[in-house]
Structure formats: structure tokens, C-alpha cells
């Protein structure tokens, strides 16, 4: 059974940077695609980052250059460091993992991030 767990949210000051980590478990975590989502009040989940298995990276346009997502096989981690952080990257972040062998996607509790201007 996956089973994934962020953690890192809090708030931050305009301009500050945050990390927000999520373990992953219940899958062979070095074959599964994994991803960073963020859902502000009112709207709809949009994608912030993707890191595939072989650690190629996709960002959505408004956090490139201010947002890095990274991956850990050793520790069944994945990243996402953000810099330069504005008050619009204020939403709830999911993490998200495309399961290798059946492309069924799991999902996080998400983790609360506040920019303050």
C-alpha cells in the first residue's frame, strides 16, 4: 500500500525559501514518477513540478527558476525547494506518485505553505 507523508509547509516572508519533503512508502520508490501539486483556496490542483525516474524535470511556467524538485532513492524522498516565494505560491502542496507498474497516481495529505507580502 503507498503511502505518502509531506512535511516542510509553515509561513514565510516574500522573497523567503522553504523545503518541503515527502516520504514515500509501499512501492519501489526509484522506478515511480513523482510530483509536486498545489491547490490554492478556490481553485483548481495545478501541477508545480514533475521529477521522473530517471530524473528528468518539468516545472510549471509561473515557478521556474524559483523552484527546484529533487529526489532521493536512498531515502525514498523527494524534494521541492522553493525560493523567491510570492504570495501567489500561497496554497496547499500535494505530492504526488505515478505508480511504475500500474500508472495509478497516490496522493499526500498536503502540506499548508503561506507567503506573506
Known amino acids: 500500500q503507498v503511502h505518502l507523508v509531506e512535511s516542510g509547509g509553515g509561513l514565510v516572508q516574500a522573497g523567503g525559501s522553504l523545503t518541503l519533503s515527502c516520504a514515500a512508502s509501499?512501492?519501489?520508490?526509484?522506478?515511480?514518477?513523482m510530483g509536486w501539486y498545489r491547490q490554492a483556496p478556490g481553485s483548481q490542483r495545478e501541477l508545480v513540478a514533475l521529477?521522473?525516474?530517471?530524473?528528468?524535470?518539468n516545472y510549471a511556467d509561473s515557478v521556474k527558476g524559483r523552484f527546484t524538485i529533487s529526489r532521493d532513492n536512498a531515502k525514498n524522498t523527494v524534494y521541492l525547494q522553493m525560493n523567491s516565494l510570492k504570495p501567489e505560491d500561497t496554497a496547499v502542496y500535494y505530492c504526488n506518485l505515478e505508480h511504475w507498474g500500474t500508472n495509478d497516481n497516490y496522493w499526500g495529505q498536503g502540506t499548508q505553505v503561506t507567503v506573506s507580502s
Open positions: 521529477i521522473t525516474s530517471a530524473g528528468s524535470t
Open positions: 509501499g512501492s519501489i520508490f526509484s522506478l515511480n514518477h
